[in-house]
């Protein structure tokens, strides 16, 4: 099966890591990936404060080029790994059949822009892609270091799985924590895995934004997780970068290492620390008690 | 009117906007909101109610009677980051959050927010960068938010935006589309037929500080 990824804005700025990581994983499991072509961005959930129908537009665009790029009759797999994106996308596709009168006005346009959508794109999430087509005995036969040290707290943040959960259950999500259990890893128990990060409201009312991060990060360190995993840039960005101030504003430590899933995933198959972009995170997740800079004396990211 | 000792607010049926309900219920996502049985769930999963000044529950409520005013300058639409507890959760299936969307939409065309009010500056700075090169870079989105809000609160990030740019996850330089020509076209086409909601609101309505 060929793959067409849409990787959006995010994993080529402040989420690169992600973007390196799921390549070099797929490559190595050996998935077939292309880029999609000059695409645009999905427009996020800004957009959609601002003008509707040209947010739909937007990913109208996006679908009709994934077509293009497939050979006109089997159904192409858009790999979409930002929450946010692959929300957008499956929302514009879901509103653009639902709601007529806007599909309509959209499909015009597009057509007077020659472009062409008929609907054979299928929207997949990584974790869909490795659980359901992939499947856990081929990634369990390709580990090369057990993960036995970690205990993760699988965080899965709120578009994936809301409002349109496709793969996985909408409250209790467990693709992730199967993935990482069949690598050797503890996968912590935690409620709060679907719970909102707030998203921007980090920048723009960080009141807020960092109180809900903190709950969080309390919670996940209440309950004994060395690491939680993430598949969303912007949860990656908002639980790592803010604990410094969490941490002075609730005075109460919160450290802990935040990963992709991929990374992690990736650092069991053997797959080089450089080509996962370990590098790029604050404080990489430790794969034993010797290299556990967090728990084992000095935090290495303040 | 405000009554000084009686209850504490009083609204004339010629202070409210019957139509304003109608013309939520109209959009993609508002059509259930006359379905809503005022039964909290939205409230209660929300992460974000407690912050709010209105619940969900009480601005469908509001949306419904008309109080278009008190609606569109409270808090509630504003903090609302679609986490789509609420729409999911719903018995009674409102697309919460898509109203919520529309409330946005009819403030910031309408310009119903503080000036200086960093989550429509956001928004807009977002909007532009997509017309202008149909991909967003979230480093230079949070300087221009920083410098149009408080550039002040640039300083304060210096730290944590040195460590980034060490591991090489700023750039400055936003990626274009090639075929921008397409998309603008594209954008230009469905230009706003969203009338429904552009002349929604007359008269100024002044908004207080959070």
Redesign the interface.
Known sequence: MNYVYYPG??L??????YEESLLSLFEHIGLNVSELS????C????????????AF??SA?NLALAEMQGDGNETINLIAPCSGCY?VLSKAQR?LS??RP?GD??M???R????NYTGKVRIRHPLDVLVNDVGLEKISSLVKRSLGYLRVACYYG??IM??YATFDD?HEPNTMNRLLQVLGAETISWPLST??C????T???D??GLR?NYILLKDAVRRGANVIATACPLCQFNLE?YQTRIGRQYKDDVNMPIAYFTQIIGSALGISERRLGM????VPPALSAAGDAVRGGGYVGK | MEVKNGWKKLKYEADVDPTFGDKIASLPGGEKIYACMQCGTCGGTCPISQYMDYTPQKIIAMIRAGFKKEVLTSFTNWLCCSCYSCTVECPKGVKITDIMYALKRCAIQNGIHQPRFAIPILAREFFNSVMKHGRTNESRLTLLLFLKTNPLRLLRQTGLGLKLWRQGRLSYRTESVKNIKQLRRLLKTVERKETVLKGAVQGPITVEAP
Not at chain 1, 38 to 41: G, M, R, Y
Not at chain 1, 44 to 50: E, G
């Open positions: 804005c995010s080529k700025g402040i989420g690169r890591a000059d695409w645009n961005c427009g996020a959930t800004a957009y959609m404060s601002i003008d509707e129908s040209k537009a937007l665009r929300l509103y639902e709601y806007l006005k959209i015009d346009a597009m007077s822009t020659g472009l709120c578009q809301r409002p909408q719970r909102c707030g998203g921007s409201l920048g723009t009312f009141k807020v809900l970068s590098r790029r995170l604050f």
